[in-house]
């Protein structure tokens, strides 16, 4: 989508992602409630930026799976509850699985387009009220039910190990090539206070070995070998929250726009459900990615940060490809050569991505964007990536590469 007025990321917040493996975790569930961290994101983004709430025209919230994880849906309404001045005013739920938060910021993107000027992008979901075997089955609704969800309990993992195996078998890449991104994963959030692995240390080693701390989990017995636990994404709890304004939004906000990043376009493709055509490439956010690209007239090597969705570690593989930042059957050899780490050409997924910062579903997408705009106003500390990014990216994928939303931010200086 090419973006005709310029769009600005005004400023954002996102609580501490937390699960199992946190220091602050209850493991008895005595934890923040869905309505505690979407409240705590909102406030902080509106804290931030200095916005007051009664500028907020509209809010768009991103979540996936509300009611079988927290009995509650109406989404929009719950997120009006965080302010007295929200009261009135149109606040909606925007849903497309993992993507959801991705899509909460395209609408917020849109209504700018129309013409509002300030609207709040928010997603959150929790996560750990149940099990990670109950919580798979609700994550299974994000694949097509009929035909998907008997490939294993843990659908969405069986998925992705499916595309382990294939990706492997056609390029020869290894358990020991996949390593490096969990390594990486890891590494990152060690240094980021907000990550929900902030503190769980994972080497090089402790990725490619098969351990009590690090094990095959599915049932399927030919995926099995294909997956393992500290290759996926976490079962987390958390919220982000962003402000987005027109030039004449930043005006009544005297917000100056060097304070801002621009956001300068957007990619969205939908794919049906249950219908992957080729189980090695990521063919859904390749034409996403693709669009993103071509409306803002950027290419992969313009691109100075990225966070990609690695929902699994082989996914961020997959990812490179589909950004244009290897070729097929390359991503391995991207990663093995840290380009892509923190001090790296191209860094990717600074703060640990969906495996070591976590994955609350509905907030990843929020999230996405607001690392981007972290980096580009050194705001990252531990995490700082050395050089000032001018370009950024996302891929937020929804299901297994259906629903892909990605931007492009460039930084205002
Ligand atoms: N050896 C073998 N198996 C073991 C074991 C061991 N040493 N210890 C435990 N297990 C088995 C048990 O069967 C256990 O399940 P039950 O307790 O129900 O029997 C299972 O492994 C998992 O163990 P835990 O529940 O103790 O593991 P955990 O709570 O630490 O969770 C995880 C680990 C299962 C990998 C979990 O983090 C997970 O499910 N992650 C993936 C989350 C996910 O799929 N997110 C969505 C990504 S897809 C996407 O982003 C797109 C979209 O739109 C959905």
């Known amino acids: 989508m090419d973006i005709d007025e310029p769009i600005y990321l005004v400023g954002g917040d996102l609580t501490t992602f937390i699960g199992k ?227 004449s939004g930043l005006d009544k906000l005297a917000v100056d726009p060097s304070d801002c990043v621009q956001v300068t376009s957007y990619g969205w493709s939908t794919s049906p459900l249950g219908d992957v055509d080729d189980y090695t490439e990521l063919n859904n956010t390749k034409q996403a990615v693709q669009e993103a690209y071509n409306d803002a007239t950027v290419k992969p090597s313009d691109v100075d940060v990225a966070e990609v969705h690695d929902c699994f570690a082989v996914t961020e593989l997959l990812m490179y490809e589909a950004l244009g930042f290897a070729n097929p059957g390359e991503g391995a050899q991207l990663a093995e050569s840290g380009e892509t780490q923190l001090d790296g050409e191209t860094p990717v997924n600074t703060g640990g991505g969906l495996i070591g910062f976590g994955h609350p579903v509905g907030a990843t997408g929020v999230k996405q964007v607001l690392e981007i705009y972290r980096q580009m106003k050194g705001l990252c500390g531990d995490y700082q990536i050395p050089e000032t990014p001018d370009v950024g990216l996302t891929a937020n994928m929804g299901g297994d590469d259906r629903t892909t939303v990605s931007f492009v931010l460039e930084n205002i200086a």
């Not at 492997?168 to 990152?188: L, P, R």
Request: with cysteine.
């Open 21 to 247: 493996g946190h220091p602050d975790f209850d493991t008895d569930g005595d934890n923040p409630s869905l309505e505690n961290h979407l409240t705590e994101a909102i406030h902080g983004s509106l804290e931030e930026t200095g916005v007051e709430p009664d500028a907020i025209e509209r809010g768009y919230i991103g979540n996936f799976a509300a009611e079988c994880f927290a009995n509650q849906g109406h989404m929009g309404a719950l997120a009006a509850r965080a302010h007295e001045a929200f009261r009135g005013k149109p606040f909606q739920r925007v849903e497309g699985a993992c993507a959801s938060g991705g899509l909460a910021v395209i609408n917020a993107v849109d209504s700018l387009q129309l013409g509002h000027d300030v609207v709040l992008a928010a997603g959150a979901e929790v996560q750990t009220t149940v099990s990670a075997r109950e919580g798979a089955a609700y994550l299974a609704r994000a694949a097509h039910w009929e035909t998907e969800r008997d490939l294993d309990d843990f659908t969405f993992p069986a998925m992705f190990a499916r595309r382990a195996k294939h990706y492997k078998e056609k390029y020869g890449v290894t358990d020991e090539d996949i390593g490096h991104v969990t390594a990486k994963a890891y590494a990152n959030a060690n240094k980021n206070p907000y990550a929900h692995m902030r503190e769980v240390e994972v080497s090089y080693e402790d990725a490619i070995t098969e351990s009590d701390q690090n094990f095959c989990f599915l049932g399927n017995e030919e995926l099995k070998p294909h997956l393992k636990t500290l290759e996926c994404s976490q079962v987390t709890d958390g919220a982000a929250s962003v402000v987005l304004a027109t030039e």
